[in-house]
């Protein structure tokens, strides 16, 4: 917010004779398709930058979390907004085509899953309007031999298990080079091992459930046939039995390539460990994905972690840390997870006219 006035600033331009400059201009109303996952975070990183911007909030939140998206409006007008400037819209998902040819509503913005943008941006696209799709990731966490095997692996357990392995972000394919595959693989099973499952109310938790019992199946279901293919199980591989939508934090390796613990984002505590015969190898695998949200790459080599930011296809690569959301970054990926950024400067700046003005 402290940097909204300057980013959104006429920017002058030199362009010879006479004074350039560019304008950014609000659009309208903006709606935002928010998931469950986050309910808050999801939802004000859209909020913020287009009601900085000028423009109209309109939010249709998840089905499954009403009450969040009623708070959200109610703190957005405790907080100063002029009344109607967000607006909370509680319908179903089939209404969002209705309001989307609603000539008034300018853009979407959407994060979710990738049949639920491909729906949403044919729709908007139908109607010439501006579209940014948050979609899904299999994000790659590549480790090479000069990296501190016992700390990646540490923070591997952390990337793969961030709110209960439900985010697009979590890493989900473990690329180590062969040569320290073993031993990290020893401390990562141990790690995924040792998490402690259980009420998520109680801080000592580290795994609790999954938000659904239809979630828990799909995984289940991914799981299974994984294993039915030739997948390896190093530990896990099983619904818990106790109430609520428990899954036993999950390691495979050796899955087959038409397995969907391979090909399909698996969205819970299962992680798929690689063997790379190389770096070459290591980004090969890392690009053999229809999505391209995020990847994290461990090494203290200055040429393999130039090769990594310039060779793996995502919108984002974190280098020696696991990736994240941070407001000053921006936050958007390639290929089948979508296009256009939230967040940082080029977020702010998704849903506005850029005006060129040219005065002679």
Partial sequence: MEHGERLLADEPVDAGSGRSFLRYEPIGPVLAVMPWNFPFWQVFRFAAPA????????????????????????????????????????????????????????????????PAGAQVASQ?????????????????????????LERAAKVAVQARTINNGQSCIAAKRFIVEQSVAAEFEGHFVEGMRALRVGDPMDEATQIG????????????????????????????????????????PTVLS?????????????FGPVAVLFRAEGLDHAIQLANDTEFGLGASAWTEDPAEQQRCIAEIEAGMVFINSMVASDARLPFGGVKRSGYGRELAAYGLREFVNVKTVRVS
């Fill in 209 to 248: 459930p999954l938000a659904t019992p239809g979630i828990r199946e799909d995984l289940d279901r991914q799981v299974q046939q994984s294993i039915g293919m030739g997948a390896r199980l190093l530990t896990g591989g099983h619904k818990l039995p106790r109430p609520g939508n428990f899954y036993a």
């Fill in 124 to 148: 908007a696209g139908r109607q010439i309007k501006k579209t940014v799709l948050e979609l899904g990731g299999s994000d790659p966490f590549v480790v090479m031999p000069s990296a501190n």
């Fill in 51 to 114: 009601l900085m911007a000028g423009n109209v909030g309109l939010l249709k939140h998840a089905s499954n979390v009403p009450q969040c998206a009623l708070e959200i409006e109610d703190i957005l007008r405790r907080a100063g907004f002029p009344q109607d400037a967000f607006q909370t819209l509680l319908i179903g998902s089939w209404d969002v085509a209705r309001v989307l040819n609603d000539a008034r509503v300018k853009a979407v913005s959407l994060t979710g899953s990738e």
């Fill in 254 to 266: 050796d899955v087959p390539p038409d397995s969907p613990a391979y090909r399909e984002e698996m």
